[in-house]
T-cell receptor, first 111, second 115 residues
Framework: SQKIEQNSEALNIQEGKTATLTCNYT??????LQWYRQDPGRGPVFLLL?????KEKRKERLKVTFDTTLKQSLFHITASQPADSATYLCALPPSWGKLQFGAGTQVVVTP | NAGVTQTPKFQVLKTGQSMTLQCAQDMNHNSMYWYRQDPGMGLRLIYY???????DKGEVPNGYNVSRLNKREFSLRLESAAPSQTSVYFC??????????????FGPGTRLTVT
C-alpha cells in the first residue's frame, strides 16, 4: 500500500538555525509533492509544490528538494524564527485529483 | 473572500445521533474534499467531489455520506454517529483550472466529539 512517513518526533531548534524535515514515501510514482503548514486549531495551509522533474524549489526562507530515486523529499527552513513553529505536512497524489498526507512533523523554534 | 467556511466549529453528539457538517467555498473551485484528522494519523480523505454533481469515496468513507449541493457547497452527513467518528473534520477545495491547480485550500475545521 502507499505510505508516507514523516518523523513523528518534534524537531526542537534554536532561532536562526536551519530546520530540516524529511518525507519518505513508498509505492508512489508521484508527478509532484506538496508541503503544507498547520498551526494548532487551524486547517493546513499550502506552502510549496515540487514536480518530479525538479530537484529543488525555493520560496523565501523555505527550500524543498525531491529525490525520486531515494523516494524522499527534504524541507528546509533557513534562519528559523519562533513564528515558524508549527506542524509541517508532506502530501502526495495517490491518484488524480486526490492527496494523501503524512502525519506531519512538529517544529518548535526557541528564541 | 472568505475562502472555505465550515459550520459548526464544535459539536458534541451522543452515539446514534445524526448530523450534517456544512462546507462552502467562494473561490469558484470545481473540486471539494472532506478529511478527518486524528492524532498521529494525519489527514485521511473521506469523500471528494471532482465537480458539481459528482462524488467519490476516499480512504475512509464508511459511516459517512456526502452531498455536492451546488458548486459552492459540499456537506458531510453522519447518519448514526459512533465514538470512532470523534475527530476533527476539514473541508478543502481546489481549483482545477489556471496556474495553481494542485494546491488545496482548507477550512478551519469542525471538532466533533461522539459520546
Amino acid at each position: 500500500s502507499q505510505k508516507i512517513e514523516q518523523n513523528s518526533e518534534a524537531l526542537n531548534i534554536q532561532e536562526g538555525k536551519t530546520a530540516t524535515l524529511t518525507c519518505n514515501y513508498t509505492n508512489y510514482s508521484p508527478a509532484y509533492l506538496q508541503w503544507y503548514r498547520q498551526d494548532p486549531g487551524r486547517g493546513p495551509v499550502f506552502l510549496l509544490l515540487i514536480r518530479e522533474n525538479e530537484k529543488e524549489k525555493r520560496k523565501e526562507r523555505l527550500k524543498v528538494t525531491f529525490d525520486t530515486t531515494l523516494k524522499q523529499s527534504l524541507f528546509h527552513i533557513t534562519a528559523s524564527q519562533p513564528a515558524d513553529s508549527a506542524t509541517y505536512l508532506c502530501a502526495l497524489p495517490p491518484s488524480w485529483g486526490k492527496l494523501q498526507f503524512g502525519a506531519g512533523t512538529q517544529v518548535v523554534v526557541t528564541p | 473572500n472568505a475562502g472555505v467556511t465550515q459550520t459548526p466549529k464544535f459539536q458534541v453528539l451522543k452515539t446514534g445521533q445524526s448530523m450534517t457538517l456544512q462546507c462552502a467555498q467562494d473561490m469558484n473551485h470545481n473540486s471539494m474534499y472532506w478529511y478527518r484528522q486524528d492524532p498521529g494519523m494525519g489527514l485521511r480523505l473521506i469523500y471528494y467531489s471532482a465537480s458539481e454533481g459528482t462524488t467519490d469515496k476516499g480512504e475512509v468513507p464508511n459511516g459517512y455520506n456526502v452531498s455536492r449541493l451546488n458548486k459552492r457547497e459540499f456537506s458531510l452527513r453522519l447518519e448514526s454517529a459512533a465514538p470512532s467518528q470523534t475527530s476533527v473534520y476539514f473541508c478543502a477545495s481546489r481549483d482545477t483550472g489556471g496556474p495553481s491547480t494542485y494546491e488545496q485550500y482548507f477550512g478551519p475545521g469542525t471538532r466533533l466529539t461522539v459520546t
